[in-house]
C-alpha cells in the first residue's frame, strides 16, 4: 500500500502526526488516544482511515521507506558515475541522518520493538536492507568491480553500522568514515 494523494486531509494530518509520534516517542508507547489528540480527530476516524494502528504503523513504515529509497536514488542518479554513486548511497545517509532520522532507522526501531516473528514490520525492514544490498550489488557491477555481490555486503554492513554509530554517537563522523571506506572497496 502506498501512501498517495487519494489519501484525505485527515488521513494525510493522522499519518503525519502518528509518524512523528512513533518515530520520536516509539510505537509501543504511542496510543491512538494520543494520536487522535495530537491529530485533532477521534479515534473512530483513525479507525476509520486505516483500520487498525498496524495498519497506521504500516503506513508510517512504508511512507518512511518511499522518502529514504526516493534520497538514495537522488543521490545516486547525481553522480558522476558508477563509482561515485556507490559513495553517493553514503551521502544520502548523511543527508537523511540530519534531516530525519536521528533516532536511527525507524525499521530497525520498529523491527526491535514489534519482535512478535509474523509482524508485517519485520517483513518491511528485511525488504528494505534486501533493497539496499541489491542497489549496492548493481552499482558496484555497473562499475565493473570483482566480486560485487560481496563487496555490497560490505558496503551494507558499512552502512547500517555507521547509521547505528551515528545513533549511539561512540565514533565520530561514523557515516564520512564508512564513506571513506566505501571509497577504498571501489577503488
Not at 48 to 71: H, P
Not at 80 to 109: Q, T, Y
Request: glycine content about 6%; hydrophobic content about 45%; overall charge negative.
Amino acid at each position: 500500500m502506498s501512501t498517495d494523494l487519494k489519501m484525505t486531509h485527515a488521513a494525510r494530518r493522522i499519518l503525519d502526526t502518528a509518524s512523528e509520534l512513533f518515530y520520536r516517542r516509539g510505537i509501543t508507547p504511542v496510543g491512538v488516544d494520543l494520536i487522535a489528540a495530537e491529530a485533532g480527530v477521534t479515534k473512530k476516524t483513525i479507525y476509520d482511515r486505516f483500520g487498525s494502528k498496524d495498519n497506521l504503523v504500516m503506513a508510517y513504515l512504508r511512507e518512511r521507506d518511499e522518502r529514504w529509497r526516493t534520497v538514495v536514488e537522488r543521490h545516486v542518479a547525481a553522480a558522476a558515475d558508477a563509482r561515485c554513486a556507490v559513495v553517493a548511497v553514503f551521502d544520502s545517509l548523511e543527508e537523511w541522518h540530519g534531516a530525519d532520522a536521528d533516532r536511527g532507522c525507524a525499521m530497525i526501531n520498529a523491527r526491535a520493538e514489534l519482535s512478535a516473528p509474523d509482524h508485517p514490520s519485520r517483513a518491511l525492514a528485511a525488504e528494505q536492507k534486501q533493497w539496499l544490498l541489491g542497489r549496492f550489488d548493481d552499482l558496484l557491477a555497473a562499475a565493473g568491480i570483482d566480486d560485487a555481490h560481496g563487496k555490497a555486503v560490505e558496503l551494507l554492513l558499512l552502512h547500517e553500522g555507521a547509521l547505528v554509530m551515528t545513533d549511539v554517537g561512540q565514533v565520530g563522523d561514523a557515516i564520512g568514515r564508512a564513506r571513506e571506506a566505501a571509497r577504498r572497496i571501489t577503488d
